[in-house]
């Protein structure tokens, strides 16, 4: 089983024989599982004819043994089944299915995980003839069988999720009817009737998605794990596509605040996550017998519901048992609510953070808007339908939300390939021309697939990117409108989008406004640049002293270089109101982000001592306005599909800093130095951060070479979450006080001479 499950197929097989061989001359049971391996492994060699003769050899040996109502005959026919259906084999595939049905029936009764499997997968062998109403027929009755009090077979109703008696199955069944309901309305001429099956199709989707919630938050065992991280993307993916469908046909103005408040609920709970794993598996202030009793509960409570289930399981189960363990399961959530109140008390931010991952209502997320600003909200499946990932798009600005529904191919993943390795030209074995045209066609054909479709929707200049899969790789400032001429040979004169609008990004709609409300006319910076002197593996960076000096031309502050740059003194640091701004190198972990880090000075300590570690940094709290991640790579990191991308930058905003400048891959020492010392500059003035980042880019470019305008030089930095300003404009102050101290004294003037006028008169 274990060369199966290492892909080693011939290994297995000659296994599997030896296997056989030891079972038939000593007569041990269990033969009829051997040939089910046979006939799993010879089913991944595509091998039809040896697959098919092993799954009967099997049913065979078990119906002569046990008897054609053998209850573990039914799993038999499961897989015979599913791979009878993989080789267009329906008929067939339905005939074993049925089978199953019966045996199941016959040893659990009507109400059972597996006879509602039975039924599950009786409906997707009609989904797959294409016979929708009977796949619908057969997912009520699976949802009738997986829930205690529900026997209603009207497909237009639904049983209450709490009576469930396996989540992940009533989950399954619910996103199956879902689907088979959305089918169905596609073929129905009367408009009333496709918007009676949408509308079912969206109550059941919905209930699915609260499955999802309560799984998320209790304990979740190995398999739902594995069940959300394949499954829950699709199931948001479905839920918005269903309710985009009554929209178009109904054109309700509430709806779409409905589906963009599905499309945010998918982004908030891996937030969610993430910090609640983090907050119990890496923080060094939870006391151990906290986190132990923690493990202990959520481990007794996994165990506890997997007896519950095996017991069900049975022909005969034990109701005494269960009862049993049901009241012990009982206990054991308490137990766990209090154990979840101890952690609040004991990290008071930790509570405050998991709300702030909250999907704001539209209403609020519209008041934090300026007037100016529009948040662009990508949503991509991360699996292809008929060659194609559904991609939805929403628009949400001061006064409006509007989305849009399209698809990307598979040229988007290669584009998107493209973009993030083969924008530094010294990683290319590509001649100059060849790599020019290769970049540039993907730069505009991210134009054209991602920021065309809604550009016309567009009304402000000043956009939030809040990105979903592989776009999290993406610069938008520098997206082609137009390919280059067939004779151009450079960047010289290209229209990127950064000469028309401001981009920021964010990791969910909530998060752009964590806003820090301290004083800003007295903003300082702490800047940590390391010189790597001692370290053989860390490369000087040069161009850090020169901008690390600029930035002190325009703030006050207290530079960390050299051997001060250590993580003790970042540490000593994180709680003050100022800007943080660091320097330095990181390192990516490409296996797992937790462990990438930042590189601090060590000296005369352990190189291991000056990592800081992106867990560590997540775990922290930080009331900076401001984290500049002026390193490689910062922004760069882990892509999990569903999930999104996990980096350094992530961490800073997860700790709370209200908003991260981060670099989406390795960056030029020198012309970092430039944009950073421009943006700082910019910042002084009391620009926004977005607006700040901008101008100091077409600063760059204004006075870049030709060959220097590759985006490779300019667009790896990019403002993530709050734009507001983080310093007083005094230019602007100053201003402001010559004018009212010149119309002070006019009106001054202007008075005494009335006054002496009048005297004068009397």
């Known amino acids: ?101 019966i045996i199941c029936m016959k040893n659990y009764g009507k109400k059972h995980t597996l006879v509602s499997l039975s039924y599950k997968y009786l409906g997707d062998d009609f989904i797959t003839q294409s016979q929708p109403d009977s796949a619908l027929y057969y997912y009520q009755r699976a949802l009738i069988a997986i829930t205690k009090k529900f026997d209603n077979q009207d497909v237009f109703s639904n049983p209450s999720i709490d009576s469930s008696l396996f989540d992940i199955r009533l989950l399954d069944n619910l996103k199956s009817k879902a689907q088979a309901l959305e089918t169905i309305s596609g073929q129905q001429n009367d408009e009333d009737q496709k918007l009676k099956y949408l509308k079912t199709g969206l109550g ?5 998605l609260q499955i999802i919630d309560r799984i998320r938050n209790n304990y979740m065992t190995e398999e739902s794990r594995i069940y959300l991280a394949e499954n829950e993307k699709e199931t948001y993916i479905l839920a918005v596509h269903i309710a985009s469908v009554i929209y178009f046909i109904t054109h309700d103005p509430k709806m779409p605040e409905r589906i963009y408040g599905i ?23 939870m006391p151990d017998s906290l986190r132990n009793n923690l493990n202990r509960v959520a481990g007794n409570i996994a165990a506890y519901t997997n007896l519950v289930l095996e017991e069900n399981r049975k022909i005969q189960p034990n109701t005494i048992k269960i009862a049993l363990w049901k009241d012990a399961l009982f206990d054991m ?58 991609l939805y798009i929403f628009l949400i600005s001061k006064n409006s939300l509007d989305f849009r529904e399209t698809f990307l191919d598979s040229a988007f993943a290669r584009n998107a390939e493209t973009i993030r390795k083969t924008s530094n030209p010294s990683l290319s074995s590509d001649s100059y021309k060849e790599r020019f045209t290769t970049y540039s066609d993907a730069l505009n054909y991210m134009y054209l697939n991602l920021f065309k479709p809604v550009e016309e929707l567009i009304r402000e200049k000043k956009l939030i990117v809040i990105p979903d899969e592989e776009i999290g790789w993406l610069p938008f400032d520098s997206f082609l409108k137009n390919k280059p001429g067939s004779g151009q040979a450079d960047y010289e004169g290209l229209k990127f989008l950064i000469n028309e609008y401001t981009f920021s990004y964010g990791y969910s709609s909530s998060l752009i406004f964590i806003k820090n409300n301290r004083i800003l006319k007295r903003t300082k910076v702490f800047a ?35 051997t001060e740059a250590t993580k003790q003194n970042f540490k000593s640091v994180l709680l003050k109101q100022d800007i943080l701004h660091l320097a330095m190198h990181s390192m990516s972990d490409s296996i797992n982000s937790k462990y990438s880090f930042l590189m601090f000075d ?60 981060k670099t989406a891959w390795d960056i030029n020492d020198e012309s970092s130095a430039a944009i950073m010392t421009s943006f700082y500059n910019f910042l002084s003035e009391g620009k926004e951060k977005d607006v700040a980042m901008r101008l100091a880019k077409l600063e760059y470019l204004k006075n ?24 007083v404009n005094r230019k602007g102050f100053m201003i402001i006080a010559i004018l009212v101290t010149i119309a002070s004294c006019v009106i001054f003037v202007y008075f005494r001479r009335r006054k002496i006028f009048s005297e004068r008169s009397l």
């Open 204 to 208: 059941t989707i919905e209930l699915a």
């Open 263 to 285: 499309a945010q609920k998918e982004k908030a709970a891996i937030l969610r996550d993430e910090i609640t794993g983090n907050q119990v598996l890496y923080s060094p202030e």
């Open 1 to 101: 089983i274990i060369e199966f499950e290492l892909g080693k197929y011939d290994k297995a097989i000659n296994l599997f024989k030896k296997s056989a061989e030891i079972k038939a001359k000593h007569k041990i049971g269990g033969l009829a599982l051997v040939y089910l391996n046979y006939a799993k492994t010879y089913e991944k060699q595509n091998n039809f004819k040896e697959a098919n003769f092993f799954y009967s050899k099997s049913i065979n040996t078990f119906t002569s043994e046990y008897g054609e109502s053998y209850y573990r005959l039914a799993e038999v026919y499961f897989d015979y089944g599913l791979f009878l259906r993989s080789k267009n084999k329906n008929v067939e595939a339905l005939d074993a299915h049925r089978k199953a049905l």
């Open 602 to 661: 060590t000296h005369d300590l352990n190189e291991d001592e000056g990592k800081m570690y992106n867990y560590e940094i997540s775990l922290t709290r930080i009331k900076s306005p401001m984290v500049v991640l002026s390193a490689c790579n910062s922004g760069s990191g882990t892509l999990y599909f569903g999930e999104g991308l996990m980096s350094l930058a992530r961490g800073f905003t997860l700790a709370g800093a209200s908003s991260v400048i």
């Open 333 to 390: 959530n308490r137990e766990k609510e209090a154990l979840s109140r101890e952690t609040d008390s004991i990290f008071p931010g930790y509570h405050d953070l998991i709300v702030k991952t909250q999907p704001f209502s539209l209403a609020l997320l519209q008041k934090n808007l300026g007037k100016d600003e529009t948040i662009i909200d990508y949503l991509l499946s991360n699996k292809y339908s008929d060659g194609k990932r559904k």
């Open 528 to 562: 940590f640049s390391p010189d790597y002197e001692k370290s053989s593996k860390a490369a000087y960076l040069k161009g850090t002293g020169l901008e690390i000096q600029s930035i002190f031309k325009d703030f006050g502050g207290e530079s960390f270089s050299g």
């Open 704 to 727: 870049a070479s030709p060959e220097a305008k590759n985006p490779y030089y300019w667009a790896a930095y990019e403002v993530l979450g709050d734009n507001s300003s983080v310093a």
